[in-house]
């Protein structure tokens, strides 16, 4: 069974930092790609970062320069480093994989992909 957990979310000041992170369970692909989505009320789910089997990593627009994403392979954990944080960084963040273990390219720009998904951890930018 697959299981995909974050923690690390918070509340935190602009300009801060936060470090996400996703333990999954049972996702044993050789070849894939996986990573973060976040949702604030009222808008669509959007891709923020993700990574591949070959270590290759994409970014949303918006956190390019800004978020870090990076995976443990001994420890099986996704993690998201988010620096210079800004209010309209304020969203519900979610892991994510898809069910089928492949590479797929701009995957990140398909939220409503079969994946796997985690819980959510909120993250709140504020003054």
């Known amino acids: 069974q697959v299981q995909l957990v974050e923690s690390g979310g918070g509340s935190v000041q602009p300009g801060g930092s936060l470090r996400l992170s996703c333990a999954l369970s049972?996702?044993?692909?050789?070849?894939?790609?996986m990573g973060w989505f976040r949702q604030a009320p009222g808008k669509e789910r959007e891709g923020v970062a993700s990574?591949?089997?070959?270590?290759?990593?994409t970014y949303g627009h918006s956190v390019k320069g800004r978020f870090i994403i990076s995976k443990d392979n001994a420890k099986n954990t996704l993690y998201l480093r988010m620096n210079s944080l800004k209010p309209e960084d304020t969203a519900m963040y979610f892991c994510?994989?898809?069910?089928?273990?492949?590479?797929?390219?701009?995957?990140?720009?398909?939220?409503?992909?079969?994946?796997?998904w985690g819980q959510g951890t909120q993250v709140t930018v504020s003054s």
């Open positions: 990574i591949d089997s070959d270590g290759d990593t």
């Open positions: 049972g996702y044993t692909y050789r070849y894939y790609v």
């Open positions: 994510a994989a898809p069910v089928t273990g492949r590479i797929i390219l701009g995957w990140l720009d398909l939220p409503q992909y079969n994946n796997y």
